[in-house]
């Protein structure tokens, strides 16, 4: 076929800007002009380009394959082996001793006041409660002008809540003993994402706060300001939960999301440091073991697992034929010893996580549930579950 | 241009990857005898494990106490 151009246009060419006779050259949809110098030029790039592109991605390949085998060099023994001799747990034996009610629908999350005896809830009906675990008595209720508040967490000084979900945004409301103040009155908007908040926590202080979201992102935020600190960017899709390392371990925090991926995060630098990606569904929950050496986490893909920071690596997966619905959230006992999970399937399974064997199974909810705290103290843990209810058992 | 956005998107992957192949690692063995150890010395301060008695965790039922 006939490649004449037709030069009928001169003008200013769209690369060096010289006046001169122009060709129109197509870069998909996009129409450029360029002379043929420049012509000739982009052209050629074109092709670098696409060198470049194929051999980022070759690099990033032997890169992958490089980090697996320096993973595997390093792995000699099985965590189980290693903790073949130590002794069994005894009988297990936790009941509920409480149970919350006053939802009216589905409890999608709680945490604990560092008091060890107060919690705040949300749930789907838009309505986020602070208990006392004690005596079962709401002290406060807010009501959300959204449903789906997905997210909750306590201030470390107890003096406030943070709370989110459909909105897009975490919200703190100050705690008032005055009963001529409206709580909602107080309300500050903090956090503000492009999608569902999925998790919020307080770091140390009341100062700042940690978001996850269903845009992909983490982010840290300033309360008093509203200001955006540090963002997270690196999850492939909805982040769906985050957990702070324990405060002596540093500034460090770990997420999950349904990228399948558990991602570890240097606060002050915005930068992951290290990724995993062994689940095979949606990570739900992930906790950091006591030490901060390591964390947990709980899928859809109806395992639990524990990876280490130090090795680098998954080290144990708590899973069983039997179950087949997925883990919602986890969280250890105070010497990480234990790990209680919520699933699905409405129990909680109590694991021994050295010798990686299920210890107990609790039974008591009638829908699945959706989140789980130990007490600060280890005395107790809570679940909230999609029964509208919460269950703090011991 | 077209083909940029890929590439500035592969250079950050790739970045990424060298980070986490600089990273230094311990051992399978060593990283579960720390693990291992953390549990046992803390063991006595995990109350599921100790088995609290009603005196001490506030969520027991008390006994009740009766006159003799």
Known sequence: MDQTFLVNVF?????????????????????????????????ADGLHENETLASLKSEAESLKGKLEEERAKLHDVELHQVAERVEALGQFVMKTRRTLKGHGNKVLCMDWCKDKRR??????????????????????????????????????????????????KCSVYPLTFDKNENMAAKKKSVAMHTNYLSACSFTNSDMQILTASGDGTCALWDVESGQLLQSFHGHGADVLCLDLAPSETGNTFVSGGCDKKA????????????AFETHESDINSVRYYPSGDAFASGSDDATCRLYDLRADREVAIYSKESIIFGASSVDFSLSGRLLFAGYNDYTINVWDV?????VSILFGHENRVSTLRVSPDGTAFCSGSWDHTLRVWA | MSGSFSVAAMKKVVQQLRLEAELNRVKSSQAAADLKQFCLQNAQHDPPLTGVSSSTNPFRPQKVCSFL
């Open chain 1, 354 to 358: 050295l010798k990686g064997s299920r």
């Open chain 1, 263 to 274: 991602m570890v995060w240097d606060m002050r630098s915005g930068q992951c440091v290290q």
């Open chain 1, 119 to 168: 919690l705040v809830s949300s749930s789907q009906d838009g309505k986020v409660i602070v208990w006392d675990s004690f005596t079962t008595n709401k002290e406060h209720a807010v009501t959300m002008p959204c449903t789906w508040v997905m997210a909750c967490a306590y201030a470390p000084s107890g003096c406030a809540i943070a709370c989110g979900g459909l909105d897009n």
């Open chain 1, 11 to 43: 003008g200013s060419c769209d690369r060096c800007f010289k006046q001169r006779a122009l060709r129109p050259v197509f870069k998909k949809s996009e129409q450029l002009n360029y002379c043929s110098l420049c012509a000739e030029i982009m052209a």
